[in-house]
């Protein structure tokens, strides 16, 4: 996993991804937003986490990745600064 080419990673319940359901956390890059939420531990560790998971999907070709746990409610993405193609 290349933690550099992660922009945030979001964990929440299914539905809005706005934040108003969950959480940011922000990569510590040049571009971060001055208002991001910047945890850089989190953000690896959350971005392993979902990137190994078997139902993980790719989508927007290629600039994030998600997970949903439809009996939790959980919605668990790793947004990307480069697209992944898969
Ligand atoms: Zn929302």
Same mark, same amino acid.
């Given at each position: 996993?290349?933690?550099?080419?992660?922009?945030? =990673? *979001? +964990?929440? /319940?299914?539905? $809005?991804?706005?934040? $108003?359901?969950?959480?940011? +956390?922000?990569?510590? #890059?040049?571009? !971060?937003?001055? *208002?991001?939420?910047?945890? =850089? /531990?989190?953000?690896?560790?959350?971005?392993? &986490?979902? #990137?190994?998971?078997?139902?993980?999907? *790719? +989508?927007? $070709?290629? /600039?994030?990745?998600? %997970?949903?746990?439809?009996? &939790?409610? !959980?919605?668990?993405? %790793?947004?990307?600064?480069?697209? =992944? %193609?898969?």
């Amino acid at each position: 996993m290349d933690i550099s080419n992660i922009k945030k =990673v *979001y +964990s929440g /319940r299914i539905g $809005c991804a706005c934040g $108003c359901m969950g959480k940011y +956390s922000y990569n510590d #890059l040049p571009d !971060t937003p001055d *208002y991001a939420s910047v945890n =850089v /531990r989190s953000v690896k560790i959350m971005a392993k &986490r979902i #990137l190994n998971d078997s139902a993980l999907v *790719y +989508s927007d $070709c290629g /600039r994030y990745a998600h %997970v949903e746990d439809k009996v &939790r409610n !959980t919605s668990k993405i %790793v947004y990307f600064v480069n697209p =992944v %193609v898969k």
